[in-house]
């Protein structure tokens, strides 16, 4: 997968204190995720709006993860649920605009959750090249 | 639009060069339209790359930065100070992260990491055009600190905070100090008594003319933000005057005369109290107490203590603070009915009623009239939870129950201690404790959470059983005079205070900090702080060690009399918004209020209580919100770049 050039390209919308970090410490831990997968970073997952999103597909993107601070969120405890319809709305949006909804994933990925956002990042890639 | 960036990418000695072709990088920025100079380092963080960045922006006129190295996490304050000794705004700079989410995560294909890390600095590039010099918020501050809660976290907290100069209001729910650790005698692992821990502490508080501590009083109010939250507090009175001398003879006349009998809380159920009451004789402050609630004002108590004013009323009062700090501490774990036979089985009881049964019993340990030789310890009673809510280690109480163990034998003879654990968590010195345990011929049993300890009656006898995994697996059998259920710490109920500060609430269900390791006592909300059990279960020391880490944090904040806040907030387009009330209502923090402009409603941003987390962005109908740092120029330019 990861010397293939054609692989697809998943922007990640990771969180400032909680999903970041993970990120950062699965470089620190050396694990390995595809190098097509772009992390920007927000302050919370509450808060991508659903035109960035949108705009990654039109610009190119092939799939988009919203890596959410779950019940983690130092912010709310409803962020979850305010992700979650987040999710929701853009993937009508994606069905009227005739983009797979399967192309926007959103998982809670905590501080320390390495493993998982690599695995989701294998398994996204995967399911996008398919 | 910016037109002279400077971009400076980090080898960060050969950890990022080794794997990404850093010339390569810089010679793509430099392509970049608005790029004035693209230049490779050996350590961007190094005192002398720091000044060429600086010596660079004055000599240049660079008009903003983009620094390519490690995590932002690490040095962005680093470079945003370069920023300000140079006189750029320090928001017209962009951190971006090339080492662990590029060189690090991709070390297994350098050619791809070059060609990740160019986009992603060409994402910073973009992102440093649209960026917007923001204004410091800086504000007046007191240097006052609320501490909440009189156990040995606050008080410990709330001397430091003095000695450092800081004005503390610290109060306490109860009318006496000392929280827990008052309740327990022989501590581990120094056997001090946490009466005289708590006596010491209240000594030190009582000495400190920068301390104000007030008893039976809860926060009811709060408004404002850091640097000057104006609080109000409301004391119960004790109806008992202050101004008494405690004479310990004409108090228990006193409580003996009392006919109110209510359950001990300080028993743990244990026993019965009165309506007055003063929990042990050295209990402080030394004046005793009446449970309002429960007292029938009979007015025996007056007659023998002239000193009981059963007219005492409420009173409030208020003060400005810059910093609260919570330490209000936890609970211990209430077994469900049934749970190992608790409340079905008579001589079942928890750790913390053994504990109190060992300090109140005379010279012979009898539970409920029988005398105790055979005692079963069950552990981890609501922690470590297979299927309940509880899933973390309550880390006291493995070596609480052993030493506990210890100090029952110490004190009556003919005791024989089996623990049915799940493995023992002595950690650090505590380990000690174990040994001697072990040593004094304590038998340790083990069992996997699939397969638990079980307590039956059979024919008035209470056996518990267990598949011990140290002898393979083999069933053991114990008749046991007393089972103690060794419970774990849960969260305290404190709805009120919880939901007046708006405290983040992690998945434990304990106060949550911002990072456990980087920002272990600050919570998100800015000036409001924890410490001790509150925040996660914790041994004294550990207690005590994360008051003293948040009384310097709340002291460093403060000591100025000026804070500067992180000036990222949310920005309202007048025009574009109609207001709908679905940014306020999914506001976390009140910072969103509706206000009139030019003949119509539109909403406002209370600069004072925006924390900038951005969860009004989305739900805006008409895209009237955008975020400092986070535009939609900003966000849409890097994802445009991350493809291009
Ligand atoms: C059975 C048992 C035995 C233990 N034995 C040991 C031992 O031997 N050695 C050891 O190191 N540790 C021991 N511990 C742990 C120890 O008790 C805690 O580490 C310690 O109590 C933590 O102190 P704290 O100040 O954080 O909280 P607490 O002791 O719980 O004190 C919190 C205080 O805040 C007050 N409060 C709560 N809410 C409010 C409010 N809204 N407004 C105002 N005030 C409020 C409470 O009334 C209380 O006084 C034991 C714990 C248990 C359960």
């Known amino acids: 997968m990861e010397n293939n050039k054609t692989a697809p390209k998943i922007l990640v919308f990771s969180t400032e204190k909680i999903s970041d970090p993970a990120i950062d410490l699965a470089g620190l831990l050396k694990k390995h995720y595809p190098a097509t997968v772009y992390s920007i970073i927000v302050p919370c997952s509450s808060a991508v709006k659903p035109k960035w999103i949108l705009h990654a597909f039109e610009q190119g993107f092939d799939g988009v993860f919203i890596a959410a601070d779950g019940s983690d969120c130092p912010y709310s405890e409803t962020c979850t649920e305010n992700t979650g319809k987040i999710v929701t709305k853009t993937h009508e949006i994606m069905k009227q605009k005739g983009i797979e909804p399967s192309k926007l994933k959103m998982a809670a990925i905590c501080s320390v959750c390495t493993d998982p956002f690599v695995k989701h990042m294998k398994t996204f890639a995967e399911a996008l090249s398919a | ?644």
């Open chain 2, 1 to 644: 639009m910016k037109q002279k960036i400077g971009v400076y990418i980090c080898q960060c000695g050969s950890n990022i060069s080794d794997y990404v072709n850093v010339e390569e990088v810089a010679a793509q920025a430099e392509k970049i339209e608005g790029v004035a100079l693209a230049k490779t380092t050996m350590f961007a963080c190094a005192d002398s790359t720091q000044k060429e960045i600086e010596e660079d922006i004055k000599s240049r006129q660079l008009d903003a930065i983009v620094v390519a190295s490690c995590s932002p996490k690490l040095h962005l304050f680093t470079f945003r100070n370069v920023a300000i000794r140079a006189g750029l705004n320090p928001f017209n700079y962009v951190q971006v992260n090339v080492r662990e989410q590029c060189s690090w995560a991709h070390s297994n294909n350098p050619k791809q990491a070059t060609e990740k890390a160019i986009h992603l600095v060409i994402a910073g590039i973009e992102r440093v055009k649209h960026s917007k010099a923001l204004p410091a918020i800086k504000i007046s501050a007191d240097n006052a600190v609320l501490v909440v809660g009189a156990g040995v976290s606050g008080m410990r907290a709330a001397i430091e905070l003095a000695k450092m100069g800081t004005e503390v209001v610290l109060i306490e729910k109860n009318h006496f100090v000392g929280g827990r650790v008052s309740q327990w005698n022989k501590l581990f692992i120094t056997d001090e008594t946490g009466q005289e821990v708590v006596a010491r502490l209240y000594q030190e508080v009582k000495n400190h003319n920068k301390i104000k501590l007030f008893t039976g009083t809860e926060l009811i109010s709060k408004s404002g933000g850091v640097g000057n939250f104006d609080i109000q507090i409301q004391f119960t009175p004790r109806y008992v005057l202050t101004t008494c001398k405690p004479d310990w003879e004409k108090i228990q006349k006193a409580i003996s005369l009392c006919p109110i009998e209510v359950d001990d809380d300080f028993n743990f159920g244990l026993t019965k109290r009165k309506a007055i009451y003063k929990n042990f004789p050295s209990e402080l402050p030394h004046i005793p107490a009446i449970d309002i609630v429960n007292c029938n004002k009979c007015g025996e108590c007056v007659k023998v203590c002239e000193e009981v004013d059963l007219e005492q009323q409420v009173e409030k009062l208020n003060f400005r603070v810059g910093a609260i700090l919570l330490t209000t501490g936890a609970d211990s774990y209430e077994p469900k009915k049934g749970e190992f036979a608790y409340q079905e089985i008579d001589n079942v009881i928890t750790l913390q009623q053994f504990k109190r049964l060992i300090e109140i019993s005379g010279k012979e340990l009898l539970y409920h009239g029988k005398k105790i030789r055979n005692i079963a310890f069950i552990y981890c009673v609501g922690s470590r939870q297979q299927d309940g809510e509880n899933k973390y280690c309550s880390r006291y109480c493995c070596t609480s129950v052993i030493h506990s163990a210890i100090l029952v034998k110490e004190k009556y003879e003919g005791i024989f201690n089996f623990h049915f654990t799940r493995g023992v968590r002595t950690y650090g010195k505590q380990e000690i404790l174990y040994n001697k345990a072990a040593k004094q011929g304590d038998i340790f049993l083990q069992s996997f959470e699939d397969s638990p300890t079980e307590v039956t009656s059979e024919n008035g006898k209470t056996i518990v059983k267990i598949n011990d995994i140290l002898t393979a697996n083999m069933e053991i059998e114990v008749e046991a005079d007393l089972v103690v259920l060794v419970t774990g710490m849960v969260p305290r109920e404190n709805t009120a205070i919880s939901s007046l500060l708006k405290i983040p609430i992690g998945r434990d269900k304990f106060y949550n900090e911002v990072h456990p390791k980087l920002r272990p006592v600050e919570t998100v909300i800015d000036g409001i702080l924890i410490a001790g059990t509150c925040q996660s279960p914790k041994t004294i020391m550990e207690s005590v060690n994360s008051a003293l880490s948040a009384a310097a944090k709340a002291n460093s904040l403060l000591r100025t009399g000026e804070i500067e806040l992180e000036p990222t907030l949310a920005v309202i387009d007048k025009e574009t918004c109609d207001w709908c009330d679905a940014c306020a209502a999914v506001c976390p923090y009140d910072a969103i209020e509706k206000s009139e402009v030019n003949g119509k409603f539109v909403a406002q941003i209370a600069k004072a209580n925006c924390k900038g987390c951005g969860m009004c962005l989305p739900v805006c109908p008409v895209n009237a919100i955008q975020l400092d740092g986070y535009t939609d120029v900003e966000m849409e330019g890097m994802i445009s770049a991350l493809v291009s």
